[in-house]
C-alpha cells in the first residue's frame, strides 16, 4: 500500500521557497501542510497557489504536530535554530545552504543532531542535476580509471546586488560553497586548499571587500587535484561546466543548450544562442530530484541527500579559501 | 476574468490518446469532460487518472453536450466521420494525423467542414516543437535571406509490427507525411513532387509491398527544393534533424542531447549518448504547444494550429510521392 | 634502388594546371619535364617556378619522347584527343573532369583506350581527401553495417562568371558530376537517377539555361539510396558534407575548420569562422594524394586511381540528372 | 631585390634539430649552412639531407664564418654558454626553452646580451601556432571585454622516461614553463604565484620527487587569474586547450581535429577519433612560423619573436611555481 504523502512544512517564502513550494505540490509523495514566512503575506499567497496553512511563526509551524518534515528556506543566520528546534521535535530538515556563515556555530549544533538521531539534509542541489550525478556515476563505474584532476567552471550570469554581497559572507562561502559541495561529490576527502580572488568588475565586490572572480584549487586525499574557476559575471549566461580526467579517459559536462538551432552566416558558423539565463532554468531538475530523494531520506529509506556534515565540510573549505586568498598560504584542512 | 477550462471530449485511449489525456489535464485552460473508447476498460483506466465520464460511445461524447471541442486520436479509418459527426455539432476538432489514407474521402469532407464553419485543426505536432517553430521563426524573420533548400531527415528508431504497416497505407502515408507538413510549415505551396523507396531490411515492408527506406524531393513555388529522407529505423535512436539553406545562410536543427556529458578516451573523443527513444520523448513539449494552441482555435483567439485543408495538402503530397516511388515520374500537384 | 622520378608532361597552365604543376615539383617521385599551353607565356612561368620545358604545343609534349606520363589540365573539349594522342604513344594519362560532355565523343574513345592498354586515371580528386576516404574504407570495414542512404551536400562559395556557364554544359556535367563519382566512391552500381533543378539566384544560369541549385537522387543496384544537394553560392563558404547512413549507425563528415578558436557572447555561443574558401584550400591534401597515386598507376604498381570508365560513368550520370530534371522522369542508367 | 637567404648554423641534431632543419631547409629565406652536434654522425645525418656542413664543434661553427644566425637546440645545459658564444660573434640566437635550469646562469647571461646589442629569440614555439595567436590577438581586439580569466589545459600524451624526468629540472620547468610563457603572451604581467602537484601514476616522476599531475594559478597585475592544469599523461592524445574569458564573452580554443569523420552508433554517438599523438603533429605550422619570424629578427626587420626575457620570466614563474607546490605557500613574483 501507497503510504500516505509526507506532510512538508515549508519555511521561508522567497525565490528559493517557492521553488520548493511548487516542486512539493508537483511531487505525488509530498504535500505542503503549513507555510510559514515572518512576512506572512509571502507564506499566505504560497499556501493558496501551492496548499498548506499560512502562518508568520516558523515555531508554531514546528510545533504544530501538522509537519511530518521541515523545509527551511529561510534566510541563512537563521539555519542553525530552526534546525536545532525541528530535530528536537524529531522532524527530518532538508536546509538550503549554507547552514551558517560562522563554522563554530555549525560545529556547535553538530552534537545536536547527532544525539537526535534525526536526519539532515543540505540543499546542494547540483548532485541531483541529472548530468553532474551521471558524470559522477561514470567516474564511479571505473569509465575513465582512477579519478586525476576535477575542473569546475561556476560562473553566475550577474554580479548580485551589493547588499546581497554584504551579506553573503563572501564569494567562497555564498558561491564557490557549491563547487566546493560538487568537489566532494566526486571527492570527499579533500585535505588542502588554496585560492586567490579577484575585484574586477562588480562594485559591490569591491565595497564590501569580497571578490567578483576567484580561482580555488584543492587537494584529495588521492593526490586529484581540483580546480574551480567561479565569476560573479558571464555575458554568455549561467555558465557550468565540469571535466573529469583520469588515467584512462575524460568525462565532460557541456551548458545545456536553449535550443537545438545554429546559425550559420559568413559571419560565423554553428552559432547556438548563449546559455540558460541561471540556476532556476538550469537546475529545475535537479530540484525535483533533490525533493524526491529528501522524502527517502524522512521516510528512512536510504538516500543519497548530501547530509548537515557535508554542510559542514562545504563551510570549512570555504573558510579555508577565504583564508588562502587573503593570506596567501595553503591551507591544510581536516574534514573529519 | 479567467473564462472556465475547455470541457474536452478525447476519442481513443491507445498510446497517443494517453499523452493527449495527461497533457489536456496538466493544462489549466483545459479538463477532460468525457472519453470514449469501444475498448470501454482503456477509457475506463484513462478516465480515472485523468478525469471525466468514461463511454464506449464516440457517438454518445459528441452528442452529450459536456464536451466543448473534440479530440480525436482514434484510429484512422474512424477519422472522417467523427470529424464530420464533431462539426455537425459545432465543436471544434483536433484530429491526430493523417485524416485519411484515401484522398477522395478528404475532399468528399472539405466541403462539410466549410460550411459548417466549425476549425478542425489536424496534429503536425512537430510544427509545435520549440526547435522547428524557432527555426521557421528565423526564417521567416530573413536571418538567412530567401529560403533555396530544406533538408529534412526523420528516421524512426524501430520498424513497426508488420500489422501496423499494413494498415498505416505505407510509409509515404504514415511517416512522411509529417515530414511533408514540416516542409509546407517552411514552403506551403509546394508544386511538384519526386520520390524513390527501398526495401532493405524490414520484413514487414516487404510482405506488404512497402517501403523501409524513403527519398522525397520537393519543389516549392518558389523555386526553393525540399528534401526528405526517412527510415523505418535508425540504430543512434529516433533521427529528426532539419537543415535551412538561404541565400545568406543557414539555419540547422540538431538532435536533442539526452544527456549533457561526454565522453573521450583513447578510442574517440567527445562522444555523446545516443538520441532520445521517440517521439513521446522528442515531442513532448509540442504535444503541450499544439493543445494550447487548440485551445486558442477553439476559443476564436487566433491560431497557428495547422487545419484541415493542411491534413488534406500533406495527404496529396504523400499521395504524390507514393505514385512517384512507384511509376518513376515526378508528380505535379495542386494543393489549392 | 629508388626508381628515378617520373618525368610528368603537363598540358593546360590554367588555375588547376598550377595546382598540379606545385604538386608535381613538391613530390619526390615526380619531375615536371615539359609544359604546354598554346598561351606560351603560362607555360613558361609555370616552367621557370617549376622545372621542365615550356612548349606551345602539346602534340610535341606528347611526341617528344621526353615525358612518361601526361596530365591533362587544359579545356574539356581537348580532353578525348589529347587523351588518344598520349596513349597512342603508349603514355599513362591522368585527365581533370570531365573526359567530355559529350557522351557519343566519350563512347567512341573507350574502345582506343582499352586497345591501347595504357592506364587514364580521371582526376576525381576527392576521392583522395583524408576525410572522405576514410569515411568509405569505414563503411568498407563494415563500421556501420550495409550502407542504406548516403548524402552528399556540395555547395560552391559563388557561382562562377557567366561565360563559364556557357561552356560548362550546365551543373550537374561541371559541379554535380564531382559528386555523382563520390556516390560511386561508395556505391559503384548506381541503377536509377532522378533530379530537379531551380533558377533562384545567378543571372548567368538564367542566360543559359542552367540551374544554380541542384538536388540528384540515386538507386543503387542495392537498392541504397543516394542524395546530393548542390548550389552555385553559400553565404558561409565552401560547404562539403558528407553522411553515410547504415543498418548499424552514421558515419558523418564535417566541413574543415579554419580555426581552432570560437567565440561565445551574449548574442551567441560557440560560434567558429566560416568554412575554408574554395577547393584549392579544402582537397590540397587530395590533390597531393592523387598525384602519388597516378605515380603507382603509371609504374604498373597497383592503384586506387579512379579510371576512364568512372568518368565515363559519371557523365552518363550527369547526362541522367540532366534529362531528369528537364523531362520530370527517373531515368534509369546501365553503367556495365 | 630579394635578399639571400640566411645563413643559419644549427646546433643540436635530436629531435628537435631535425625539426628545425626541415624548417630550414623548406624556407625560401633561409639555408642550413652548418650543423653542429659532438655526435657528429647525427651531424652528418642532417646535412646530407638538409645542406650545410656537419661539424662536431658548436664553436667552429660559431667562429666559422658560415653562419649569419644561430639555432639553439642541443640540450639545455650547453644554452647559456653557446648564447653567450653567439652574441660575442654578433650572431642573432634562436634557442630552444628553457635557457637554463639554474635562474642565476639566466640572470648572469641577462647584462651580456643587452651589452652585445645582438636579438636572442627563445623557441616558444606555441606563440606562434594559428589558434593561439588568433586567440589572443582577438582578445587584444576587444572581442571579448577585458581579460578577466585565463585557463590554459596542457597534457602530454605519455609521461618522458624517467632519465628525461631526471634532468629535466622537474614539470615546471621543463612542461609548465610553455604554458607559463603562453599565459604571458596573453597577460605578460605576472605578479604572483601558486602552485599544487602530485605524484599519481608516474614512476619517474617519484623516483626523482617530481610531480606528474600540476595545476598552476598566476595572477597578472591587472587582477585577472589564470589557471594551467597539467599531466604528464594523457589517455585521448595530446590535450593543448585554452579559454579566455573576458567581460564580454569568452574565447575557447579547441583540440586540433585529426579527421573530420565522426561516428555515431546504438553505444554513443558523434564520436570523434583521438586527438593528435604530440607537439610534432600539433605545432607543425607553428615551428615554421617561428621560424620565419627568426628571419625577421635577425635581419633587425621588426618581430614579434619571443625574447631571453620572454625566457627568463617564465623560469622565474617556473621556480615560483616549484616552491609554492613545495612549500604551500603563494609566490609573489617580479619580472621586471
Known amino acids: 500500500m501507497t503510504p500516505p504523502p509526507l506532510r512538508i512544512g515549508l519555511i521561508g517564502t522567497g525565490r ?8 512539493i505540490a508537483a511531487n505525488p509523495r509530498t504535500t505542503l501542510a503549513v507555510v510559514a514566512d ?11 497557489r501551492y496548499g498548506g496553512r499560512a502562518t508568520d ?47 563554530s556555530r555549525v560545529e556547535a549544533l553538530r552534537p545536536v543532531i547527532r544525539e537526535a538521531g534525526v536526519p539532515v539534509a543540505l540543499g546542494f542541489n547540483r ?21 586525476e584532476q576535477l575542473s569546475i567552471i561556476s560562473r553566475d550570469p550577474a554580479a548580485p546586488p551589493a547588499d546581497y554581497v554584504r551579506a553573503s559572507g563572501g564569494i567562497f562561502r555564498d558561491m564557490t560553497i557549491h563547487d566546493l559541495d560538487m568537489a566532494r561529490f566526486f571527492l570527499p576527502e579533500i585535505v588542502e586548499v588554496q585560492a586567490v580572488g579577484s575585484r574586477l568588475f562588480d562594485e559591490g565586490a569591491r565595497e564590501h571587500g569580497d571578490f567578483d572572480t576567484a580561482v580555488t584549487t584543492l587537494r ?10 567561479n565569476s560573479r559575471h558571464s555575458a554568455t549566461g549561467y555558465d557550468q561546466r565540469l571535466e573529469a580526467f583520469g588515467a ?17 552566416t559568413a559571419q560565423h558558423v554553428e552559432a547556438k544562442p548563449p546559455y540558460q539565463e541561471f540556476f532556476l532554468e538550469r537546475y529545475a531538475a535537479a530540484y525535483a530530484a533533490e525533493l524526491a530523494e529528501f522524502v527517502s531520506l524522512a521516510r528512512g529509506e536510504g538516500s543519497t541527500s548530501p547530509t548537515f556534515d557535508d554542510g559542514r565540510a ?21 574534514l573529519s
Chains 1, 2, 3, 4 share one sequence.
Open 57 to 103: 511563526s516558523a515555531d508554531d509551524l514546528i510545533g504544530s504536530g501538522e509537519a511530518d518534515a521541515v523545509l527551511i528556506a529561510s534566510p541563512t543566520p537563521t539555519h542553525v535554530d530552526l534546525i536545532a528546534s525541528s530535530v528536537a521535535q524529531g522532524l527530518p530538515v532538508l536546509c538550503e545552504k549554507p547552514i551558517d556563515l560562522d563554522i
Open 127 to 147: 548532485r541531483f542535476d541529472p548530468a553532474f550525478a551521471s558524470a559522477r556515476a561514470r567516474v564511479e563505474a571505473g569509465e575513465i580509471g582512477a579519478l
Open 314 to 334: 562545504a563551510l570549512i573549505l570555504a573558510d579555508a579559501a577565504q583564508r588562502s586568498a587573503e593570506e596567501g598560504v595553503a591551507v591544510p584542512v581536516d
Open 220 to 229: 584529495a586525499a588521492s593526490g586529484a587535484i581540483v580546480t574551480i574557476a
Open 248 to 264: 584512462r579517459g575524460m568525462l565532460q559536462v557541456a551548458n545545456a543548450p536553449t535550443s537545438l538551432v545554429s546559425l550559420s
Open 38 to 48: 515572518p512576512f506572512v503575506e509571502g507564506a499566505r499567497r504560497v499556501s493558496e
Open 16 to 23: 528559493i521557497g517557492q521553488v520548493h513550494a511548487a516542486g
